[in-house]
């Protein structure tokens, strides 16, 4: 369900983008965006409305799984150990999976939002000039007889 909602959510944002880099007013880039954001809340209404699923179950009442108990360097309090100061070596094979997963997927992530997305609309911006442009001589092109000696 998870990786539904990711995958859904990125291709939201390919088409938020594209759609909002043709727009006029402002009026209509919110209109986009508002319409876009209950598309991707449609898979949370299906998560929400699943009954009796045993994968929703284990999720919602999970054991805690068992961490050490540390001092805190800074206030001198006891405090469970976050999961970024566990050592990698310490990990169990799931977990040592989990985290690579996770963080080739932080990289792909903050990669396309804050690099690619920026940069995308910038082409697209450009290709849509030049595909205007090209429009406009298509159609001027084809105002205009090519041969007029053959209209005499």
Do not use: W
């Amino acid at each position: 369900m998870g990786l539904i909602q990711v995958l859904m959510a990125l291709f939201c944002e390919c088409i938020n983008i594209s759609l909002l880099t043709y727009q006029h007013t402002t009026d209509h880039c919110i209109i986009h965006f508002v319409a876009l954001e209950v598309i991707m809340d449609v898979s949370n209404f299906y998560a929400e409305a699943m009954m009796e699923n045993k994968l929703k179950e284990f999720v919602a009442e999970a054991p805690k799984p068992h961490r050490d108990m540390i001092e805190d360097p800074v206030t001198g309090e006891k405090r469970y150990k976050k999961g970024s100061e566990q050592k990698f070596g310490d990990r169990s094979c799931f977990h040592k999976l989990a985290r690579i997963v996770y963080k080739l997927t932080r990289c792909l992530y903050v990669g396309i939002v804050f690099y690619f997305v920026p940069f995308s609309t910038l082409f697209m911006q450009f290709g849509y000039s030049i595909s205007a442009g090209e429009k406009k001589a298509l159609e001027e092109a084809a105002a205009k007889p090519t041969h007029p000696e053959l209209l005499f």
